[in-house]
């Protein structure tokens, strides 16, 4: 049995008072019985949120990774500086990295491994874009990324991480895809992980849909039987709509 994950993606927003206050707010409400809840939240905001979510049954998550340990990589932060916070997850490969700094396949793949050197559980996102999607090319870019992001990877580390499928037209857009049309996907991105990693890899990954998911359709995303949790933005900010985004992944 996979255990449902719901991540919220921060992005770049929330200072560091504000992650407290946050965590204030969703105190005693949040540690919803098989389901995982986790906050990736800014760089700056790490420390303050590990501390002030203790107890609450969040975990903290960051938003990248460098892959190398230390060295002379301005504005990087590695694995172990994160581990040392104590956070126990981190989102690699997010479409707006790919888009705005650079991001390839081959760097997701260095960051993932990262990831796991340092104890962290990766959150791998994955998906195409409209132009992509409108060439019928989607599940040929999914392949592409999701296979490369795992190159070298043992089979147990597949297992363990999760894989996020998220299409960026559906991004911030409020145009979410269909969960039919999210589950088919997502179907497919397990059969590429059972050929690459094995069926016992496969059936354990976890993998969430990304892309305008709210509280009001979380539950029929959940109801699809490959998708197995949602990597949330915006509705991942305000404490209301969180915790029943994690409710609703029951
Ligand atoms: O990019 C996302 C999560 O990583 C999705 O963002 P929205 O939920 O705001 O569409």
């Known amino acids: 049995m996979r255990k449902p994950i719901i991540a919220g993606n921060w992005k770049m927003f929330k200072t560091n008072k504000e992650a407290a206050a946050f965590a204030e707010e969703v105190k005693g409400q949040a540690a919803v019985e098989g389901v995982e809840s986790v906050i990736c939240a800014p760089y700056t ?6 501390e002030a979510v203790k107890g609450t049954g969040i975990q903290v998550g960051a938003q990248n990774i460098h892959w190398e340990d230390n060295g002379a990589f301005t504005g990087e932060i590695s694995g172990e500086m994160l581990k040392e916070l104590g956070v126990t997850y981190v989102i ?3 479409s707006e990295r790919r888009q705005y700094f650079g991001e390839t396949d081959e760097t997701v793949n260095k960051r993932t491994k990262a990831a796991f050197k340092h104890g962290l559980t990766p959150i791998v996102c994955v998906g195409e874009k409209l132009e992509e999607r409108e060439a019928g ?6 392949r592409e990324q999701t296979v490369k992001a795992l190159e070298g990877l043992s089979a147990e580390q597949v297992a363990q991480a999760v894989i996020a499928y998220e299409p960026v037209w559906a991004i911030g857009t409020g145009k ?3 969960a039919e049309d999210a589950n088919e996907v997502i179907s497919y991105i397990r059969e590429l992980v ?5 069926a016992e890899a496969a059936a354990a990954v976890r993998i969430q849909y990304g892309g305008s998911v709210k509280p009001n359709n979380i539950k029929e ?3 699809k039987e490959d998708i197995d949790g949602a990597l949330v933005g915006g509705a991942s ?3 209301a709509s969180y915790l029943q985004l994690v ?3 029951k």
């Open 237 to 239: 900010l305000e404490p």
């Open 45 to 50: 905001a790490l420390a303050t949120l590990v």
């Open 247 to 249: 409710e609703g992944a």
């Open 176 to 178: 979410s895809s269909t």
């Open 92 to 94: 690699i490969g997010h």
């Open 194 to 198: 059972k050929e690459q990693a094995g």
């Open 137 to 142: 090319r989607t599940k040929d870019v999914c």
């Open 221 to 223: 995303y959940m109801a």
